[in-house]
């Protein structure tokens, strides 16, 4: 049962890592960074409210880190069954045209994939502790 937890917490850090990288390569473009000096992202209006919205999705990965190592396996699998698609929903809608962030887009939702994959396929059954022996 750890191992799946693992697996699952360590295609997390792949995604969130993934998912920074992708900002990080954004901020580089001379264009997109006079986009966010005016206030707009890609023709999306930077407000206050859109900030938050990001904030939170991006916390979902972050959270689920720790969440496939100390929620109970039922609960992981429920967790993980809504997070993952959420997740993924923010990388293709939230996301750029641009090459870099397509190639990076792709190893996220690769690795959501997997995730579900993992969560769909976990033993949820309660574990029965016998004496050794």
């Not at 049962?1 to 997390?12: E, F, G, I, K, P």
């Not at 390569?25 to 997109?32: K, R």
């Not at 993980?80 to 641009?98: Q, Y």
């Not at 887009?105 to 016998?130: F, H, K, Y």
């Amino acid at each position: 049962m750890s191992d799946v937890r693992a697996r699952l917490s360590t295609l997390w850090t792949v995604v969130i890592f993934t998912m920074l990288y992708a900002d990080v390569l954004s901020f580089l473009d001379a264009g997109f960074l006079r986009g966010l000096m005016a206030g707009h992202a890609e023709g999306v209006t930077v407000t206050p409210l859109l900030l938050v919205g990001s904030a939170i999705m991006v916390e979902i990965p972050i959270a689920m880190v720790v969440l496939s190592r100390v929620l109970k396996p039922a609960a992981t699998r429920r967790v993980t069954l809504v997070a993952a698609p959420l997740t993924a929903a923010f990388v293709i809608g939230g996301g750029s045209a641009k090459p870099h962030y397509l190639l990076l887009a792709a190893v996220e939702v690769l690795c959501l994939a997997a995730i579900l994959r993992q969560a769909w396929r976990m033993d949820t059954s309660p574990t029965v502790n016998r004496p050794a022996g």
